[in-house]
C-alpha cells in the first residue's frame, strides 16, 4: 500500500471504528486517577493478606483466559480486523483484555507501542 493510501485507509478505519477507539483511549486520560491511587493505596496497607490471595486467584483466572484468547487469536483477527486499534498499524498486533473474561468484546487490538503505552498508563493508575 503506498502512503496516501494507508493514511486514507486509517482514517477510514477511525470512522468507523471510532467508537472503541474512543473508549480504549479513555482509560489513558482517566480524571479520577488521583483519587483511584490514594484509595487503593489505603486499602493495600490494610487488606494485605485478602489481597494476596486475590491475586493470586486473579492470576489463576488470567492465565487461563490468555491461553483461551491465543487459542482463538486467528479468529478474533479475522474478526476484528487485523489493525492496532488506536493508530491502524498491522506490525506486532497484540491482544489486550479490557476484562478477564470470555468475551471477545473485552479484547482490544493494539500494536505493541500502544499496548505497552497503555499498560504504562494502567500500571501509573493503580500503582501506590
Ligand atoms: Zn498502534
Ligand atoms: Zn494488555
Redesign the pocket.
Known amino acids: 500500500m503506498v502512503k496516501r493510501d494507508r493514511r486514507e485507509y486509517s482514517r477510514k478505519y477511525y470512522k468507523k471504528n471510532k467508537e472503541r477507539i474512543l473508549r480504549v483511549s479513555n482509560v489513558w486520560q482517566d480524571k479520577n486517577r488521583a483519587r483511584v491511587i490514594q484509595n487503593s493505596r489505603e486499602y493495600r496497607k490494610n487488606n494485605r493478606d485478602k489481597i494476596n490471595k486475590y491475586y493470586r486467584e486473579k492470576l489463576k483466572i488470567e492465565k487461563r483466559i490468555q491461553a483461551w484468547t491465543q487459542y482463538h487469536r486467528k479468529e478474533i483477527l479475522k474478526e476484528r480486523g487485523e489493525n492496532c486499534e488506536i493508530c491502524g498499524s498491522k506490525e506486532n498486533l497484540?491482544l489486550?483484555?479490557e476484562e478477564y473474561i470470555h468475551d471477545f468484546d473485552k479484547i482490544h487490538i493494539l500494536c505493541r507501542k500502544h499496548?505497552e503505552k497503555?499498560?504504562k498508563i494502567l500500571r501509573r493508575m493503580h500503582e501506590s
Open positions: 497484540q489486550h483484555h499496548h497503555l499498560h
